[in-house]
């Protein structure tokens, strides 16, 4: 333990003794410390902290212990539990202490359910009373203790009780109050944000405050707001701009000044709420221009402080719309950053490079000494930080030295997190820029050597996907394919036991997949090697199936050597390695089914795979006759689970599968049964979130830096960028020499540096005098990814290749959709009626494939890899059908134009054949049923009759047909409502005809509808969305699966759900979106979705207590089947 | 936002620990011990900003530093933090520290766990910045130690009268 502990602990009784009291106080934790520095080991102090703990174990509980000496035993457990001893027994105590102490017992209690709980611990709510009790308190100290236990930690359920009593606090006459009331109250909007939507007046109020205090507190509120949506506050912008002249005028009072800097974190707070809100606008950024000048030219005092503020300052500058002699004031800032000798400037400095360089990128060419100084530093930071730089300026001309020198970095470093960042930087820069193909394979092999199995899945992925897919020119392919095989065939031939396996996984797969191409090796080489990887011990069990794999698709003729391996394999212990010894075995003897499993060069894409198991279907069947139990999906059978646990309020309702509303409602503690699949969308955010920052980045560069605006005065004043890199680098290179190494004699040294910068930079100078759209333009990169084939369009294929694959792929998806085993399901006949043109319909499902594969193929020549789903923004936009079914032709002239679903087959019989198709009109939803006489004579006396519980029947028509011609058809319309929500209803219905006089025959029929078909958008404005919003009741929030396969993921999940449930979207605000609909009997349900991390948090509101859930779990559907 | 501020000596073992997000009980440790880690291997001429390791939450966070003779001052941040102003925060902190407890050193942090942890409130509350100013936040620390000083005084006049 340290010396210096020691040493005062010696001198300790003469300091207890003069602090009286306290001494007392503290003196067990005295002894306690005093015990704990005598130790040698860790085995030692925990021994004493369990005595110690039992001791206070047994204080807490006898009845004779003192508040007092309860205070002192609090301070020892939060000694433990930093120390890391569980003391979980004294939380109980701790609020006792906070409910029935003095002040000071409060104090300590308080300190100790901050430190000890955390806000979803269920002891808190015992502290609720107690935190009422004394935000009321008169007591100043015992108000402000209660503020702070609230923003530290309160149950967020608890939150509503609370606030109204934190509201009062912003009108209390002490300002100290106020201040903390506004920080609890943002803490609430953290946590909580619709909690405190009625109190942003307030919150203006908290800004306008008289108290320089408690409006520096409300900043942080308004740089949460800001940051959300900047445009709903743009009007603050004139009061930002004031204070902070202000407070850049003296006006503060002196109290403020640190340093003698005026309120130097205030100004901080206020420099960024500006920048945000000026972010391409110019109207707004205008209007600080001026104080950014006047901050620029006031930080000029020489303290650490008022280099916080420049950066903030240049920072600024640089993300509001662009005014020259701003930017050049704040590019001189950033030279002096750069240049600086205090470290944590040089830091600031490179991180504002590196920030700057996208909108300029000649700002990094005046500091490339600098910079490559920095390269070489010993902070391991300042390097990091440096390589971040580079990253940003690579082009294809100095990837090589870029790359280079990130690799050296990787090499030399061991701290995971800088590695996978790096390395996947590296890997984005060669799949970029790599300038041929033997230097992509070698940095990639790079990659996965240091990288290994720190690697996120993506990496081996995205290269494995090239090289398999491709580019246009298939010779191009076959020669990068050919490197790879040889460069990993030498290094299989090295050592290869400290070779992390993912890379071993890349090599197997590529030989086993490409190592025909090399016709000068020997077979028997490639397979040598890959077997004698098999015996390694380092290599994973997983490794040996990817190694096997690529055995097994190396063909013909080397049949001794596989037959040896796959015999000495079928004796494994793991039963996947034996099960590929077998398939192994077996493919190697007969080379015809060889050939047909695993078809050599064949295209990446034509493989068609049977994702409906169709060939399974003989054996289900034979099964099923056998009396096995038909599958059921895990949806369905979770369903099945809650319905057995839930009480069944509608025992011997019709419908088969249970009734959601009635599951949800009564079994409202465990809504995460029915969102299973939301959890699917696993690490596909590291994707999602890789492109949001990509495009991000030339969305700054585009709207900020257009084409016209300052560019011309700025090549003014810069003249020599215009010319060729090459005229511009020698001067520039000189003076930032001559700026950095004024001592000629270190000019050996200098002239490495100088010619490491020319190429480093090189094609810089250029980019810049072309354009300052910068990387925007940079050269399209080498490899270019074929467009990937849309897992729905590859689905399509397979629907329409056989008729049974396309039935039985539908049917669990029909099972789980409509909750019911009709005979004929839509989804069937949806591909039966697969030209029939789709409006949107309840399941989702229904789109147009061909309109959208079109579609792909032109997003996706357009964006190259990213590419963007466009989909029609409202029914209406869908045109009606130009090849119709005969049955859809006969749709009233006046339905025509209306969104309508397939033409359903209901039932038939010999005579008649029964159809239905939904109509959706704005004020009910239209069932028709198409009545179909399939004979050659008249039926007469055709009546039909519906009936369904749950739904309302506002107008009929046609139902019953005197005289129903010879191969005619006639309709019969329903106009149906929906009063209380259901998921789905069922109905049921008979048709009586004659065919002969006196003979009546009836046909049952029978359908689904879901509540889907009763959903209409509601249009609404923002504004009144949110007044709509607090009148309503009930809420259901629950998380879903966000789709992650386009570049917006909140955007085309809203669309998807859009497309399925015919939803208004009101208004996306950056990662918010509100949505709102209505029942057709007019009861609205608004949706609130946000999206955080991989999930979407939706949150619904409507006046009608079961409409949430059924909406919600049309919402889980839809996004589950996409 | 600030995540964390953390105090421990040159050997690592923790002063003062104080999370403004939720860990366990055994990750609270782990980042102690990382942290500690990544800190005291760093030379004293070099910047005192660190990107943050992986279990603080990724390259959105970073620690910021600041060494004191036999302690460590360490402030989790994310991206919304200027790094200069926490370098100062943590030296206004300090200094508030050494005006309250006249001269701190490492032992006054061990002994007097509760009031560090009371002036830290009065500087961040729930990870927010409440005060900067090192004589408001020693008035609002003074105010509450009054009390203290009545209540000893009550407590110990009847004692010595005896």
New interface residues.
């Given amino acids: 333990m340290s010396d210096v502990v020691e040493k005062t602990l010696t001198a300790l009784p003469g300091l207890f003794d003069s602090q009286t009291g306290a001494a007392k106080i503290t003196n067990r934790l005295r002894q306690l410390v005093k015990s704990i520095t005598e130790l040698t080991s860790k085995h030692e102090e925990e021994n004493l902290i369990k005595q110690e703990l039992c001791a206070m174990k047994e204080q807490v509980s006898s009845p004779n212990t003192s508040m007092k000496q309860m205070r002192e035993i609090m301070v020892r457990a939060m000694y433990c539990e930093m120390l890391g001893y569980d003391a979980s027994f004294t939380y109980i105590h701790a609020i006792k202490l906070a409910q029935q102490g003095g002040v000071l017992e409060k104090r300590v209690g308080y300190l100790a359910v901050s430190l000890f709980l955390n806000e979803g611990h269920e002891l808190l709510l015992l502290l609720v009373n107690t935190v009422l009790k004394d935000l009321q308190s008169t007591n100043l100290i015992e108000a402000c203790m209660a503020l702070t236990v609230v923003a530290q930690v309160f149950p967020k359920d608890m939150i509503p009780a609370v606030l109204p009593l934190v509201e009062d606090k912003l009108s209390h006459p002490k300002e100290i109050i106020r201040r903390k009331a506004v920080l609890a109250l943002y803490k609430f909007y953290l946590i909580a944000p619709n909690q405190v939507q009625h109190i942003h007046g307030k919150f203006r109020k908290a800004l306008s405050d008289r108290d320089p205090g408690v409006m520096a507190s409300s900043l942080h509120i308004y740089l949460q707001l800001i940051r959300e949506s900047p445009d709903s506050y743009k009007d603050l912008t004139g009061s930002f701009v004031t204070i902070l002249k202000q407070v850049l005028g003296g006006k503060l009072p002196v109290d403020f000044n640190y340093h003698s800097v005026p309120a130097p974190w205030l100004q901080i707070q206020l420099l960024r709420i500006l920048s945000l809100l000026g972010k391409e606008d110019q109207s707004t950024s205008e209007l600080m221009y001026e104080v950014l000048d006047e901050s620029l030219r006031r930080a000029e005092m020489n303290h650490n402080i008022t280099y916080a503020i420049l950066y903030e300052c240049v920072k600024a500058v640089y993300t509001i719309h662009p005014k020259v002699e701003l930017l050049e004031k704040a590019a001189r800032c950033i030279g002096n950053f750069v240049l600086s000798p205090k470290i944590n400037l040089k830091y600031l400095g490179l991180k504002a490079l590196t920030y700057v360089v996208q909108h300029d990128a000649k700002l990094a060419l005046q500091h490339q000494m600098t910079i490559i100084e920095c390269l070489d530093h010993s902070d391991f930071t300042i390097k990091r930080e440096t390589l971040e730089l580079l990253f940003r300026i690579t082009n294809a001309q100095n990837v090589t030295v870029i790359v280079e020198k990130m690799l050296d970095f990787l090499r030399g470093c061991n701290d995971e997190h800088t590695i996978i960042h790096l390395v996947g930087k590296v890997s984005e820069l060669a799949e970029k820029f790599a300038p041929d193909n033997s230097w992509f394979i070698q940095t990639m092999n790079c990659v996965f050597s240091i990288g290994g199995d720190l690697l996120q899945q993506d990496v081996p992925n995205n290269f494995l996907r090239l090289l398999a897919e491709g580019s246009e020119s298939k010779e191009e392919d076959d020669q990068l394919r050919l490197y790879a095989v040889e460069s990993y065939l030498t290094v299989l031939k090295g050592h290869t036991s400290h070779l992390p396996q993912c890379f071993l996984q890349v090599m197997s797969w590529v030989l086993g997949e490409y190592a025909h191409l090399q016709g000068s090796v020997d077979r028997r080489e490639v397979i040598r090697l890959l077997t004698q990887l098999l015996d390694q011990r380092s290599v994973s069990s997983e490794t040996r199936v990817w190694i096997l794999s690529a055995l097994t698709k190396i063909p013909e003729g080397q049949t001794d050597l596989i037959l040896h391996l796959a015999e000495r394999l079928s004796s494994s212990q793991d039963t996947v390695l034996r099960q590929q010894a077998q398939e192994l075995l077996h493919l190697s003897q007969d080379s015809q089914l060889h050939e047909w499993v695993l078809p050599r060069g064949a295209p990446w894409d034509a493989i068609e795979v049977d994702s409906s198991l169709s060939f399974l279907d003989g054996f289900v069947s034979e099964a099923l006759a056998a009396g096995a139990a038909p599958y059921k999906p895990p949806h369905q059978r979770q369903e099945e689970l809650c319905e057995d646990r839930a009480l069944n309020l509608e025992p011997y309702s019709f419908s088969l599968p249970v009734s959601l509303s009635s599951c949800s409602i009564t079994d409202r503690q465990s809504p995460t049964l029915l969102s299973v699949s939301s959890g699917l969308s696993g690490n596909s955010t590291e994707l999602s979130q890789k492109a949001g920052s990509s495009t991000l980045i030339l969305e700054g560069v585009k709207r900020v830096w257009g084409k016209d605006g300052y560019l011309p005065q700025k090549e003014a004043t810069a003249p020599l960028v215009d010319e060729p890199s090459a005229a511009v680098q020698p001067p520039v290179q000189q003076e930032a020499a001559e700026r950095t190494e004024p001592r000629p004699e270190l000019s050996t040294r200098n002239q490495d540096k100088q010619q490491l910068a020319s190429s480093l930079f090189v094609g810089l100078g250029v980019g810049s005098s072309v354009s300052l759209l910068g990387r925007s333009e940079a050269p399209p990169p080498r490899f270019r990814k074929k467009p990937r084939p849309h897992e729905s369009s590859s689905s399509g294929t397979s629907e329409k290749s056989s008729g049974s694959s396309c039935r039985s792929s539908h049917h669990t998806t029909d099972i789980f959709l409509y909750g019911s085993f009709l005979e004929e399901e839509p989804a069937t006949s949806k591909s039966a009626f697969d030209h029939t043109p789709k409006s949107t319909t309840a399941n989702g499902l229904s789109q147009n494939k061909d309109t959208k594969e079109d579609k792909h193929a032109n997003t996706s020549q357009i964006f190259g890899g990213d590419m963007v789903i466009v989909r029609p923004s409202t029914i209406q936009d869908k045109h009606p059908p130009s090849e119709s079914s005969d049955l859809t032709a006969l749709l009233p002239a006046d339905l025509k134009d209306l969104p309508h679903s397939d033409v359903i087959s209901l039932t038939s019989d010999p005579s008649l054949s029964l159809s239905s198709c939904r109509l959706f009109r704005d004020e009910a939803l239209l069932l028709l049923i198409f009545i179909s006489n399939c004979t050659e004579t008249v039926i007469k006396d055709v009546a039909v009759q519906l009936t369904c519980e749950e739904l309302k029947t506002a107008s009929l028509r046609g139902n019953i047909v005197d005289c129903l011609e010879a191969r005619s058809t006639s309709v019969c319309h329903y106009a149906l409502l929906m009063d209380d929500p259901h998921t789905n209803v069922s109905f049921t219905g008979t048709v009586s005809y004659q065919t002969q006089p006196g003979h009546t025959n009836t046909l049952p029929f029978s359908g689904t509808l879901s509540t889907a078909d009763f959903i209409r958008p509601l249009v609404l404005t923002t504004e009144e969305y949110g007044k709509l919003w607090l009148s309503l009741s009930h809420d259901v929030k629950q998380n879903l699966k966000l789709l992650t396969d386009a570049g917006d993921p909140l955007r085309t999940t809203l669309n998807a759900l859009k497309d399925a449930l015919q939803l208004h979207v009101v208004d996306i605000i950056g990662s918010e979106g509100i949505v709102a609909c209505r029942l057709l009997s007019g009861a609205p349900c608004l949706l609130h979705c946000r999206v955080s991390g991989a999930a979407l948090v939706m949150w619904l509101r409507s006046p009608h207590p079961a409409l949430p859930d059924c909406i919600l779990y049309h919402c889980q559907r839809a996004l589950a089947h996409r | 936002m600030i995540k964390a501020i953390l105090i421990f000596?040159?050997?690592g073992?923790?002063r003062?620990?104080?999370f403004?997000e939720?860990y366990t009980?055994?990750t609270?440790?782990q980042i102690i011990r990382e942290t500690f880690h990544?800190v005291s291997k760093?030379?004293e001429?070099?910047?005192?900003?660190?990107?943050?390791?992986?279990l603080i939450g990724?390259?959105e966070n970073k620690l910021i530093y600041r060494h004191y003779a036999?302690l460590y001052f360490v402030f989790c941040v994310d991206s919304?933090e200027?790094?200069?102003?926490i370098?100062?925060?943590i030296q206004?902190f300090v200094e508030t520290l050494d005006k309250c407890f006249e001269n701190v050193?490492?032992?006054d942090l061990?002994?007097?766990?509760?009031k560090v942890?009371?002036i830290l409130?009065e500087m961040v509350?729930?990870g927010?910045?409440?005060?900067?100013?090192m004589?408001?936040i020693i008035t609002?620390v003074e105010?509450?130690g009054k009390?203290?000083k009545s209540?000893?005084f009550v407590?110990?006049c009847p004692r010595q009268d005896r």
Avoid: W
């Fill in positions: 000596n040159n050997h073992k923790p003062m620990s104080k403004y939720h009980e055994d609270e440790q990544l760093r030379d001429n070099v910047c005192n900003f660190l990107e943050g390791g992986l990724g390259s036999t919304s200027s790094e200069l102003g370098l100062d925060l206004v050193c490492e032992l061990i002994f007097h766990l509760d942890h009371n409130a509350m729930g927010m910045v409440l005060e900067t100013n004589s408001e609002q105010a509450q009390m203290e209540e000893t407590f110990q």
